[in-house]
């Protein structure tokens, strides 16, 4: 459903990605791994329409969205996590979570997210009228991702999920990406965490300076000695 | 090539009272003087970012302190110095409270300040006249006039020059760029923006103090109101905030504007001007020495020095 | 007695009145970090207009007001659509230079437009409503009423940002325009919305203005100075900061002008920067 066409993408004179080539099919979860600075926000941010690539096209449903304004993209079903959260602090969990049904077809579901989400996150109805720039690191990044499940995503992007998360939460981070998944959403997952997200994910990507190193099943990248010295540390 | 020119220049604005042209020369006197504003202005705001609107309160302190101290009998130069130290003092002073502030917030309560000013200028009536505005001894002053305020811009325009080779100017900008980071690596931020605004501050004290002896007159309108207030700003911004030459160039062109439009036009040149203003604002954000053309003439004949 | 009570009320109805200016430059400001240098235009122009259609029709300024709204929406939305937008992508610094030329330079312009069309002199609509005595104290229906709609507004403002998509997608925009786009809102349009609801609000205070004090063409620059210190006084983008800002300048004004009249303005600026010193990012600003 998502066809990352080489993409090249710059930063001023700067080029951050060289001809990045991806896909998502329907239903999917694939990984894009990568060490720091290896483009993986910027690569996602292009997806999202926040940044315009010099080259190269993205396809999302078989249309072309690599020239769409970003809240046109949100309404066709592809929703980012941001790795900053980007919550609105002064607003309560629960007007954070109303503002991510904010477009039509979501907004008439709103009853029905709401049970889905707080039954992933029971946490966040206890804390629904805490002001989100008050809660914990944890339950901020609970927000963001239920904020992300209100829009009702049919591909959801989340950029490093797990960081800065206690290992517990962590894990329970994984379990709620694999059941969101189950109800039929597209994941694209950016980690650092490269063990646990092969283990959730269908297929995944490597980026190394700004191009895609290698491809494949997850089982099979598992297995690979590159991936298993530079990035597992085995 | 750019010694050269500035040679030129300075030479032709040297013998220029020679040719006894009063008309020009009052002109170019308020020029020197928006020049110097504009310039100063800039020393702060250009190169540290702090967009200082409360800029010409230095100036209306200045020259009603040497207003006001010279009336007194105080000897002439003393009053000048006087002048100038009222602004620094007022800087110093200022300064603790107001760089808590950032951005916005920063601009705007420096603007205040110059209400603030205006309104205690006003009302303080016993001291300063009021509305009814402060005279000083009257005499014919247009040349040594000129000449002082040529003096004045060669030194901030020099001074500026200075600052941008300096490791001073170095750390201006890197407040500008990122105030957190520089105070992180160790930049001692509060000590420089106070530095750069009490050098701003005595620019624009002295030339207030040679404004008031120049023209005999002053009240708090001319000094303090809303547009003197804006529009040294607004020339820094329109020539080209941060690189030398910019708000000489901001100052000259609005000036030459303003000129053509009052000569031109009957009804509307205010409209005009700002419409001037605007425009340049839309579609040259970066000011005037910063679209292309400008820009590489500049960097051809050497005139382009930016922090 | 009667007479700190009658200051009082003349004091809170003139903060309402800044505050119902202010709020809207404070909105403005939240949403696309522009100071609006040309905000009191669109109050004289309220209040222009309400002048202009009185003085044809004779018929309540008030209604007047509430006719013009749609007007005033449109204004500012386009203002906002051709002058602002173009200088959205630029770098913040650059932005900030740039909003500040062209909402000066648009602020000059209008007001000398104005002043060439309409004439440069005072206007005021001199429309009078009878007045009662309640005990010892002297209450004019029209003070009266224009408190009522400056409380109704202000309710109405804070139910608008509460309770609609539109408003809390204008919170959403101030408090992280990122966090906005990313839930699928359009911050541009939301920008362009937002200066028309400044303009909306400016002109009903110029209706106000209009009938309770008087406007002049010249008059925009130093309203807007006052109402930016006043946003500043109670935290930039806070509601509640405004209405508590201006009425501090309201009251301290009313109180002081009665004892002396020159010294009210001075006051207002001397508490404004007194309340910086102490609180810098203003009383209710984070
Ligand atoms: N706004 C920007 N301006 C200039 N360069 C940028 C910008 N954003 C990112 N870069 C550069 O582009 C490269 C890729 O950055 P990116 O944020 O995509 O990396 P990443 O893979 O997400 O890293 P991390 O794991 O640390 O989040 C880096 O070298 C970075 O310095
Ligand atoms: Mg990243």
Known sequence: MLEINGIEVFYGDYQALFGVEATVASAEIVSLLGANGAGKTTTINT??????????????????????????????????????????????????????????????????????????????????????????????????????????????????????????????????????????????????????????????????????????RASELLDRDYIRESYLGI | MNRIILGIVLLFLLIFPVFNLPYLNTFLIILFMYILLAESYDILGGYTGYINMGHIAFFGIGAYTFGLLWNTGLSLYLSFLAGTLAAVVFAILISFPLFRLQGAYFSLAAFALVKLMEHLTLNLSSITHGSDGLKVLEGNRMIPMYYLSLLLVVAVVVVSFLITRSRFGLAMASVREEEEIAFDFGVPVQRIKTTAMVISASFAGLMGSFYTWYTIFINPSMVFGTEMALMPIAMAMLGGSGVIIGPVIGAVFLLIVEETLWTRFAYLHTAAYGLVILLVGLFMPGGLVRLRPVRRFLIRVGLFKEL | MEIAIQLVIAGILQGGLYALAAFGLSLIFGVSNVLNLAHGEFLMLGGLFCFLIFSATGLNPFLIGLMILPFAFFLGYIFDRFLMRPLAGKKEHIRLMSSILVTLGAALCIGDVTSFLAGAEEKGVDYSMPSFFWGDLYISYLRLLAMVMIAGLTVGIHYYLKKTYTGRALRATTQNIRGAMLVGVDTSRIRSVTFGIGSMLASIAGVFYVVLLSISPDMGLTVTIKYLCIIVLGGLGSLIGSLVGGVILGLTESIVSYYNPHWGQTAAFLILVLILLIRPKGLFGK
């Open chain 1, 47 to 216: 997806i999202c329409g926040f940044i315009r690539p010099r080259a190269g096209t993205i396809h999302f449903d078989n249309t072309i969205i690599h020239k769409m304004s970003a809240n046109k993209i949100v309404e066709k079903g592809l929703i980012q996590i941001p790795e900053e959260r980007m919550l609105f602090p002064d607003m309560t969990v629960l007007e954070n979570l109303q503002m991510g049904a904010y477009l039509g077809r979501a907004r008439k579901k709103l009853a029905d997210s709401m049970d889905w989400v707080y039954g992933l996150f029971p946490i966040l109805q206890k804390r629904q009228s805490q002001l989100a720039g008050t809660l914990s690191g944890g339950e901020q990044q609970m927000v963001a991702i239920g904020r992300g499940l209100m829009s009702l995503p049919r591909l959801l992007i989340l950029d490093e999920p797990s960081l800065g998360l206690a290992p517990m939460l962590v894990a329970e981070v994984f379990q709620v990406i694999q059941k969101i998944n189950q109800e039929g959403v597209a994941i694209l997952l950016v980690e650092q965490n490269v063990h646990q997200s092969l283990k959730i994910s269908n297929r995944a990507y490597l980026l190394e300076n700004g191009s895609i190193a290698m491809e494949g």
